[in-house]
């Protein structure tokens, strides 16, 4: 991969990528959106990847691509008295993070703008290495990854989930994946990149080849993407540059989302990878 693509995907994260998800926090994020009375569009996941990386009173966790913080959050919360460290290479996320770090009363996770593929964290300085989504955009992957395991202590762990393309026994999945067609998001080609990057288990493990104990579980999970039609289309809608919305479009997509419409909002599953690993 080519190492000098990185600089433009950060500056990605720190456009119209990062401002959508600081923005979208309670959808993209939170453990649960008590003013829609909905859980957010990945929290799903949470309860895979944080009975994965069984994080212990007193562990130090290390969040990588944290957004807007939720994961580190959860993390600090199952940590205390120890705690947990947000990494993004994206300005407006860690910032939107400790504003709610500070409304929530946390006072064990903080939240640090760096690029996690080189940023020198201390060596052996963490029990464990989660990420939701986060460790997907990395142009070299492998140096990425094995700068995260030098920052695992021996016999630390490191879980994280990432897309996993969606079965043929996934209507929802495959529906969802129509839906939210990358090419809509607010940073198309890193988007389609990353969806490629760890789809496949045998990348995975190639990038993981630091680690031992290395596990990769199909996980289904369900997601919470609006109250009603209306508003998810218009959440999916948003993540388009610029921001023109053709009327033909919102309709066509309500019509898409119908069939997932619920008593409690716009729900259809999503297919990701469990990963964990050790360092030896
Ligand atoms: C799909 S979002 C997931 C955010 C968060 N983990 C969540 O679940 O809400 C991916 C995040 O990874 C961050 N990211 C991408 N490349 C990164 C890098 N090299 N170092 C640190 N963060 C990175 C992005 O800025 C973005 O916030």
Partial sequence: ????????????????????????????????????????????????????????????????????GATTRIAARLAAPGYAVGVDVSAPLPARARASTAVEGIANATYECADARVRAFPAGGYDVVVSRGGVRFFA??????????????????????????????????RALARLVDERTGPDPVAARTAMASLSDPARVREALAGYEEVTVVPVTVETVWGRDVRDAAE????????????????AGLEEALRPFHTGTGVRMRADVWLVTAIRP
């Fill in 235 to 250: 959440f999916l809608l948003s993540r388009v540059p610029g921001g023109a919305l053709p009327a033909s479009r919102l």
């Fill in 140 to 173: 070299d992957r492998a140096a990425a990854f094995r700068n995260l395991v030098r920052a695992l202590r021996p016999g630390g762990r490191l879980a994280f989930v990432c897309p996993r393309p969606p079965g043929p026994e996934s209507e929802q999945g």
């Fill in 1 to 68: 991969m080519n190492v000098a693509a990185e600089p433009r995907r950060a500056e990605a994260w720190n456009g119209p990528a990062g401002a959508h998800r600081a923005g979208h926090q309670d959808r993209y994020g939170a453990m649960r959106c008590d003013a829609l009375r909905y859980d957010a569009m990945p929290a799903g996941v949470n309860d895979a990847l944080f009975g994965a990386a069984a994080v212990a009173p007193g562990d130090r966790v290390l969040d990588v691509g944290c957004g807007a």
